[in-house]
C-alpha cells in the first residue's frame, strides 16, 4: 500500500516529486484535471474521465502533448506501482513552466502529473445515516466567466463554499449558480426526490457533467424510476422528500439534512436507498463483473 507520483513520465515517491515554482498551474490555477477511482482492483469509465479531461484542456485553450492511450497506459503503470488494493488517480495537465506573468504564451511545455494513492473511503455512516449540507453563500462561476463544465485547477470558488460548509458544522455547499438556481456541490453532483421523482439541474444551469451523474440517470432510465433535469431554486427544496449527491469516489450519497433542516423524515429515503443498489450493480457491470 503506497503512494506514487508521476511527472512527465517519471515515477515518484510523493516526496520526491516536484515541480517548478514557475509553472503556471501552480501560479495561476492554470491547469486540467480528473479523479479517477477502481473498484475492486479494475478501472471503469477511464474513457470518460479522459474525454472530459481533453474537453476540459481544449475549453482551456490548452494542447495536451500526450495521446489518449499514452494517457490511460501511464494512469494504469502508476496505478500498479503505488499497489494498492484499489486506488485513487489524479490525473493533472498544468499549463507548464512560464514567465512569471499570467499569459501563458511563454509556457512551451504542459507537465503531465499523476497521483496515485489508496481510494478514499468515506466512513460507513456517511451512506447509512447521510450528510449535511448548507445552501452555499458562495456561487458556482457565470458560464462567461469560466465554465463550471471544465474540470480546472481553477476551483478558489469550490474552496470557499466547502470551509464555509465546513464552518458550519455540515460536510458540503451546495451552490448556486450566479442567477440562483441550484447548481451542484463543491465536488458532487447534487439531486433530490419530490413527488416520486429524481431532480436534478441541467446542464445548462452550469454544472460539472458528472461521469457519475451520466451513469445514474442510465440507471433510472433502465430501472423505469422517474426522473427530469432542470432549473430548481432553493426554496424546492422545502418539498424534498430525499436528496443524494453523487461523484466518482463517493458514488451516491444520501443527504438528510441541508442547511440544519431534515430533508423528509431525516433519513436517507427509499428512492435514494433503491438507486444506491442498482448504482452498485450498474458500476459491477461497468468494471466486467
Ligand atoms: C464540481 C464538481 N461537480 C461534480 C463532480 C462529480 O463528477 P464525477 O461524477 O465525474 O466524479 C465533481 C468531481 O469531482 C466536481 O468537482
Given at each position: 500500500m503506497s503512494e506514487i507520483v508521476n511527472i512527465n513520465g517519471n515515477l515518484f515517491p510523493p516526496e520526491k516529486a516536484v515541480i517548478s515554482v514557475f509553472d503556471h498551474g501552480l501560479l495561476f490555477g492554470d491547469s486540467v484535471y480528473e479523479v479517477l477511482s477502481t473498484r475492486k482492483g479494475r478501472f471503469y469509465t477511464v474513457r470518460e474521465h479522459l474525454e472530459r479531461l481533453f474537453n476540459s484542456a481544449k475549453g482551456i485553450n490548452l494542447v495536451v502533448p500526450y495521446g489518449f492511450e499514452e494517457l490511460e497506459g501511464e494512469i494504469k503503470r502508476t496505478a500498479a506501482a503505488a499497489k494498492n488494493e484499489d486506488t485513487y488517480i489524479r490525473i493533472i495537465i498544468t499549463r507548464g513552466?512560464?514567465?512569471?506573468?499570467?499569459?501563458?504564451?511563454?509556457?512551451?511545455k504542459p507537465q503531465l502529473i499523476i497521483f496515485a494513492r489508496k481510494a478514499i473511503e468515506y466512513p460507513e455512516e456517511f451512506y447509512s445515516r447521510g450528510i449535511e449540507l448548507i445552501v452555499s453563500t458562495v456561487r458556482r462561476n457565470i458560464p462567461e466567466a469560466l465554465s463550471p463544465g471544465l474540470k480546472t485547477g481553477n476551483y478558489l470558488n469550490n474552496v470557499l463554499a466547502i470551509a464555509e460548509a465546513v464552518r458550519e458544522g455540515a460536510h458540503d455547499g451546495l451552490m448556486l449558480s450566479h442567477d440562483g438556481f441550484i447548481s451542484e456541490c463543491t465536488t458532487s453532483n447534487f439531486f433530490f426526490v419530490s413527488d416520486g421523482t429524481i431532480k436534478t439541474p441541467s446542464l445548462e444551469v452550469g454544472i460539472l457533467q458528472g461521469v457519475t451523474r451520466r451513469n445514474i440517470l442510465i440507471v433510472a432510465e433502465e430501472n423505469g424510476v422517474p426522473y427530469e433535469e432542470g432549473r430548481y431554486l432553493p426554496e424546492d427544496l422545502a418539498l424534498a422528500e430525499e436528496a443524494f449527491v453523487s461523484s466518482t469516489t463517493k458514488n451516491i450519497l444520501p443527504v438528510t439534512r441541508i442547511s440544519g433542516r431534515?430533508?423528509?423524515?431525516?433519513h436517507p429515503g427509499e428512492i435514494t436507498r433503491r438507486m444506491m443498489k442498482l448504482f452498485e450493480l450498474k458500476l459491477d457491470e461497468l468494471v466486467g463483473l
Amino acid at each position: 500500500m503506497s503512494e506514487i507520483v508521476n511527472i512527465n513520465g517519471n515515477l515518484f515517491p510523493p516526496e520526491k516529486a516536484v515541480i517548478s515554482v514557475f509553472d503556471h498551474g501552480l501560479l495561476f490555477g492554470d491547469s486540467v484535471y480528473e479523479v479517477l477511482s477502481t473498484r475492486k482492483g479494475r478501472f471503469y469509465t477511464v474513457r470518460e474521465h479522459l474525454e472530459r479531461l481533453f474537453n476540459s484542456a481544449k475549453g482551456i485553450n490548452l494542447v495536451v502533448p500526450y495521446g489518449f492511450e499514452e494517457l490511460e497506459g501511464e494512469i494504469k503503470r502508476t496505478a500498479a506501482a503505488a499497489k494498492n488494493e484499489d486506488t485513487y488517480i489524479r490525473i493533472i495537465i498544468t499549463r507548464g513552466v512560464g514567465d512569471l506573468n499570467i499569459d501563458p504564451s511563454s509556457c512551451l511545455k504542459p507537465q503531465l502529473i499523476i497521483f496515485a494513492r489508496k481510494a478514499i473511503e468515506y466512513p460507513e455512516e456517511f451512506y447509512s445515516r447521510g450528510i449535511e449540507l448548507i445552501v452555499s453563500t458562495v456561487r458556482r462561476n457565470i458560464p462567461e466567466a469560466l465554465s463550471p463544465g471544465l474540470k480546472t485547477g481553477n476551483y478558489l470558488n469550490n474552496v470557499l463554499a466547502i470551509a464555509e460548509a465546513v464552518r458550519e458544522g455540515a460536510h458540503d455547499g451546495l451552490m448556486l449558480s450566479h442567477d440562483g438556481f441550484i447548481s451542484e456541490c463543491t465536488t458532487s453532483n447534487f439531486f433530490f426526490v419530490s413527488d416520486g421523482t429524481i431532480k436534478t439541474p441541467s446542464l445548462e444551469v452550469g454544472i460539472l457533467q458528472g461521469v457519475t451523474r451520466r451513469n445514474i440517470l442510465i440507471v433510472a432510465e433502465e430501472n423505469g424510476v422517474p426522473y427530469e433535469e432542470g432549473r430548481y431554486l432553493p426554496e424546492d427544496l422545502a418539498l424534498a422528500e430525499e436528496a443524494f449527491v453523487s461523484s466518482t469516489t463517493k458514488n451516491i450519497l444520501p443527504v438528510t439534512r441541508i442547511s440544519g433542516r431534515p430533508v423528509g423524515d431525516g433519513h436517507p429515503g427509499e428512492i435514494t436507498r433503491r438507486m444506491m443498489k442498482l448504482f452498485e450493480l450498474k458500476l459491477d457491470e461497468l468494471v466486467g463483473l
